[in-house]
């Protein structure tokens, strides 16, 4: 149990039916009354775990007194209560807990030790690749294709559920980790050694803030935060400014939750939440369905927040009775949200930083791309939109002026032709919206009554049913709806991301063929939160996000040039148009369904074995012991690097003299195009790699499969198919896509691999430097992205400005990020990324203090220089303790030894 010092006299009991919980009371602090729901969570941590050294009575009196005006300048150090992983961002947390066992050993210490002290999930989500689809037999042959290529990983976390304490993996096929989290993990008020406390948490992806959406504070952290946490650090963070979001209205009939989201989406990133909280209010909450909230939670990363957050109410009871939560755990979150003034009272407005307001009835269809979930389209202006982004992706025309380059494709379901805009991907799938019935309801209906007037899905699409928990195919059954789904292409592929992460699977031959051999412009439509260039297939080049009843629809009519309103999707059987209108589901009909085919029955019943896996999983071999027996030969799981050589005490950090730039980026360069993910290229350092290692290229996998391996993973850093090194613009017309730079260790700096060019740097002692635009690094909290860039001797990060997960992970991984001076760039510098760069100011770290910028001389091959004050965004103290220890783990290491 966490012991406080109790300053304040907060400790008290609570009395619910027959149990007896201790609580910390908020109402022992004067003000915390007055504070917005999401600070008043932050509140009670800071009260149950003052311990006089990192959290003060000073901290909670600076909480209660909170100013929502102030720019954030507070730091506070917050506990969750628990972690969260999936298994791409997760497998390395264990690799490297397993690594930290034999550290310890080396320095002394006992490896058992080294054990989660927060409890710590794991669900595997990430690994099902959809390479069969559109046939009965899909799901078992995807989810056998998975175990053939990850077991040596699965056999690895089998171990880690048995070595370590309060550590628990969900095995493969059961679900998206961000609804078994709503529908099961997540208890909203946490009963743990006899305390009732907010159940608060962070996860290893940044959509853990779904969960936002059952009143649980929680958020997206570096895999090395959650690593940390698990080991009983807390997160370091100052405290927010809230924005508070106010709904009023209904939503109208044929508006569904997506358009909600998407419409919130473009409204938060154009206002600004980037590193805020943001709390829905208002008498407009009510109307929100839990499964709504959940989906307006999930999006948190696309609009930038930290969190999106609403506040429990009756709604939350109701769904944690219907997903078959215990009459006692409900009885507790009521009494204690209402004991603690956690519960939604519509009619008190509460004091927020900044505010913002949606009225639910003016939301219309809506979709977002070609390539940023803010980027939304209104559905009647789609086909408009659509032509006037087409031109950027192609010069084809035909004779109207329309882009257009019909080709002749020959498949197995015969032969049609293939254009500019078809969509050759539909995909049901993402945490993001299967788990809310009213939209995987409203596709089936709506899948239904096309059949019914006769209409098929376009041959040249690849259809994806993929959802996030087996409930879904539980009502799709109760409510007779699957052979509509099926009959239209909607097979079931599996439970797990898929579409949404790149795992879409290679797309038919033929039609890949043609797509590459014509350099076509074809689309992807899926029901995801992110549609980030390169991500979803590397056939696919424009991607749109919608609505699970639209996806269907776009699957009908195959190509992003139609215009729902005026194109008839087809014929029906007495040979008359048929539109949208005429199949979309009504309101009543979707709300008859939902009460008609879900019940509490269907959760308990899902959940009941979740842990217990299916017999594949119960028939993997697993290895005993403390620590990790490593097989040399295993290209999937290596023991990490980080702790090679490591002493305990720390060596002092060093400024940076005669570094070369690696990378020169422009804007919103994304998590997507720095951390390795999605399939392995033949020819790339990756590829080789593991050619080397003797893996034929059709075991190669994917690039999350084998996060646990950093040898694949530094290979795979900084090379996404769409990265745009602006390095190469001087030697190559019309710069290069894709991972690669220009090696200074060569005469005249020529082309070559990011990765062959960092060695070459590192063999000759020489530092490297990232040189970024603004937004860098936005996207999934990827540990990747800052450990690859880190093992590829990268010292420093020089941007305009930072996504906060992925620059809190830099830190934690010994790397400097630095900002030009405001409103300056690269550019406005006249920086080419031929300079070598000295960086002043790093040494006054080892005395205790941060500068607030650092002296950045950039030399160019004239000789001529450029001087600017880099800002210096080690943003907290904690931050600073990391940095001088070399990163986050090496601290929690000797630390942990430290204190026996």
């Known amino acids: 149990m966490t012991t406080s010092i109790n300053s304040f006299g907060a400790r008290g009991t609570l009395e619910v039916g027959d149990n007896s919980y201790e609580v910390f009371r908020l109402s022992a602090v004067p003000g915390t009354e007055k504070l917005p729901y999401s600070l008043k969570v932050l509140a009670e941590n800071l009260l149950r775990t003052e311990d006089g050294k990192n959290i003060t009575a000073d901290h909670i009196r600076q909480i209660a007194s909170w100013d929502p005006s102030a720019e954030p300048s507070i730091e506070i150090q917050f506990t969750p209560a628990r972690v969260i992983m999936q298994d791409f961002t997760g497998v390395p947390c264990i690799v490297d807990l397993a690594t930290m066992r034999e550290a310890v050993t080396a320095l002394g210490g006992d490896p058992t030790k080294v054990n989660p002290l927060s409890p710590a999930d794991m669900v595997i989500d990430h690994s099902v690749i959809l390479d069969v689809f559109g046939q009965s037999d899909a799901l078992e042959r995807n989810v056998d294709l998975e175990y053939q290529r990850n077991g040596e990983r699965y056999q690895f976390l089998r171990w880690g559920q048995g070595a370590f304490d309060d550590f628990k993996v969900v095995p493969p096929g059961m679900g998206i980790v961000h609804q078994v989290n709503i529908e099961y993990l997540a208890p909203t008020v946490m009963s743990r050694n006899g305390q009732a406390y907010p159940d608060t948490c962070v996860g290893t992806d940044s959509h853990t803030t779904m969960v936002n959406g059952l009143g649980v504070l929680g958020w997206g952290v570096g895999g090395i935060e959650a690593e940390a946490a698990m080991l009983g650090q807390p997160v370091s963070m100052l405290i927010p400014r809230v924005v508070g979001f106010k709904l009023s209205g209904e939503i109208k009939p044929g508006v569904t939750a997506t358009d909600v989201v998407l419409t919130a989406t473009q ?12 709390e829905f209010y208002g008498k407009g909450v009510a109307e929100v369905p839990l499964a709504n909230r959940a989906t307006l939670g999930n999006m948190s990363p696309e609009f930038g927040s930290t ?43 509460p004091i927020f930083s900044e505010y913002i307001e949606l009225d639910l009835s003016t939301v219309v269809p809506s979709i977002a791309g070609p390539k940023r979930p803010q980027d939304r389209i209104l559905l009647s202006a789609s086909k408009e939109a659509f032509a006037s982004d087409i031109v950027n992706y192609t010069d084809d025309k035909d004779a109207q002026g329309r882009s257009s380059k019909p080709v002749k494709v020959r498949t197995a379901e015969g032969e049609f032709e293939l ?39 376009k041959p040249w699409v690849k259809t994806n049913m993929a959802p996030g928990s087996q409930v879904v195919t539980d009502y799709y059954e109760k409510a007779g709806l699957w052979p509509y789904l099926e009959k239209l292409g909607y097979y079931l592929g599996g439970y797990g991301c898929t579409t949404c992460i790149g795992n879409t699977g ?36 424009m991607n749109y996000l919608a609505s699970p009843p639209l996806v269907i629809a776009y699957g009908i009519a ?15 059987t007495e040979g008359n148009p048929v539109f949208l209108k005429d199949i979309w589901p009504s309101t009543q009909e979707i709300e008859d369904t939902i009460k008609s085919s879900i019940s509490q029955d269907m959760f308990r019943k899902s959940y009941e074995t979740i842990f217990a896996g299916d017999h594949r999983w119960q028939g993997l071999s697993t290895p005993e012991g403390d620590t990790f027996e490593w097989d040399e030969k295993s290209t999937y799981v290596r023991k990490a690097p980080y702790f090679d050589g490591m002493t305990m005490d720390p060596a002092p950090v060093e400024n940076i003299t005669g570094a070369r730039v690696l990378a020169l980026l422009g804007d919103s360069v994304t998590t997507d195009h720095i951390s390795p993910a999605g ?10 790699y593991l050619d080397a290692n003797g893996v034929e290229a059709k075991d190669y996998n994917s690039l999350g499969s084998r996060r646990g391996n950093h040898e694949v993973m530094i290979r795979g850093t900084f090379a996404n198919i769409r990265l745009r090194n602006q390095l190469l613009d001087a030697i190559v017309e019309g710069g290069v896509a894709g991972g690669y730079t220009r090696d200074f260790t060569q005469a005249d700096g020529p082309q070559a691999f990011i990765y062959d060019a960092s060695e070459n740097y590192q063999a000759a002692g020489i530092p490297l430097v990232v040189l970024g635009g603004k937004e860098y690094g936005s996207g999934s909290s990827r540990d990747w992205a800052a450990k690859g860039t880190a093992l590829l001797g990268v010292k420093a990060v020089i941007t305009e400005s930072f996504e906060r997960i992925h620059r809190s992970n830099l830190i934690g991984m010994g790397v400097v990020p630095l ?14 990324g031929t300079e070598t760069f000295d960086i002043e100011g790093i040494t006054t770290l080892n005395e205790g203090t941060t500068p607030k910028t650092m002296k950045v001389t950039a030399t160019k091959l004239d000789g001529s220089v450029v001087v600017f004050d880099g800002d210096v965004r080690i943003d ?5 303790d990391y940095y001088r220890h070399g990163g986050i783990l090496q601290y929690v290491l000797r630390n942990m030894v430290n204190a026996g």
Not at 421 to 447: D, E, F, K, R, Y
Not at 558 to 572: I, K, Q, R, V, Y
Request: charged residues 20%.
């Open 679 to 688: 399939p392995i290229k033949p020819g790339t350092p990756a590829a080789q």
């Open 267 to 278: 409204m938060l990133r154009k206002h600004g939440v980037v590193g805020k909280f943001v």
């Open 819 to 832: 900002q030009y001076p405001a409103g300056q760039s690269a550019a406005s510098l006249g920086l080419d």
């Open 506 to 541: 290679p797309l038919p031959l033929p039609i890949s063929k043609a797509i590459n051999d014509n350099d076509l412009s074809v689309t992807a439509v899926l029901s995801g939160n992110r549609n980030f260039e390169g991500r979803i297939s590397p056939d696919v080049k």
């Open 558 to 572: 195959g190509t992003m040039d139609f215009d729902f309103e005026t194109d008839s999707l087809g014929d029906d």
């Open 307 to 349: 969190a999106a957050i609403f506040p429990i109410d009756g709604e939350t009871i109701e769904y944690l009775r219907l997903t078959g939560r215990s009459d006692e755990q409900l009885a507790l979150v009521e009494a204690y949200a209402k004991e603690q003034g956690l519960w939604h009272n519509p009619d008190v407005e």
């Open 419 to 457: 254009d500019h805009g078809a969509v050759v991907v539909a995909g049901i799938t993402s945490c993001t919206n299967t788990s809310n019935p009213s939209v995987m309801l409203g596709a089936a209906i709506l899948a239904r009554n096309a059949v019914e007037k006769g209409l098929t899905t």
């Open 876 to 880: 907290t103290p904690g931050e600073a």
